[in-house]
């Protein structure tokens, strides 16, 4: 392991305790699409997650673009290129069978996380947000722009991806998702 990769390990594990921290504020969103209402285009609850990311990504050090409340992004790095992480901060509902918690009330137990969004999507967004202050932490900063996208849509059908584009949303040079196994996942969202 070079120097480079045991200093950036021991920033991330050093940042383990805030990132748990600031998956359970996502988690305790509950974020279900809902009818739309003035200025919530995914209703209340989604919109409630989606201010709380912004509020995360700025207490991170972020600069942070909010597209009119469909889909947001931070960025760290400089360059005409741009990689993206695209992610989701909705969910599907809940349902039932819940025995370790409830789906808003984030649990720890024997090494791991319970709650709605922990896996599908709420902590890959919160993983590549944190992946990127350990980066800007240790110094590094990429040639080329890193954007951590953020939609409020994806469960049903990627409409903050569609006003993302119509909107002058940036297509990136490159990019991945973490929202499931690779490759399918990256076929899926390169197809929305």
């Not at 805030?18 to 919109?47: H, W």
């Not at 722009?145 to 049903?156: A, L, M, N, S």
Request: hydrophobic letters at 35%; glycine letters at 12%; a negative charge.
């Amino acid at each position: 392991m070079s120097k480079w990769n045991k200093e950036l390990d021991d920033a991330v594990a050093a940042l383990r305790p805030e990132m748990i921290a600031a998956l359970q504020r996502l988690i305790r969103k509950p974020s279900v699409e809902a009818s739309p209402m003035p200025g919530k285009p995914f209703g209340a609850d989604v919109d409630a997650c989606f201010t709380e990311a912004l509020t995360l990504c700025h207490e991170l050090g972020f600069e942070t673009t909010d597209l009119d409340r469909y889909i947001g992004w931070c960025e760290i790095g400089s360059g005409d290129e741009m990689v993206a992480v695209l992610g989701h901060l909705d969910v599907v509902p809940e349902g039932e069978g819940w025995t370790v918690c409830k789906p808003y009330e984030p649990k720890e137990q024997d090494g791991r996380l319970y709650g709605r969004g922990t896996i599908d999507d709420k902590g890959p967004i919160v993983s590549a947000l944190f992946a990127l202050k350990a980066l800007k932490d240790e110094g590094f900063m990429p040639s080329r722009r890193v954007r951590v996208i953020f939609g409020c849509d994806e469960e049903t059908g990627s409409s903050d991806m569609t006003y993302y584009l119509a909107h002058g949303g940036e297509v990136p040079a490159t990019g991945f998702t973490p929202d499931g196994g690779y490759p399918l996942i990256n076929g899926e969202k390169g197809i929305a």
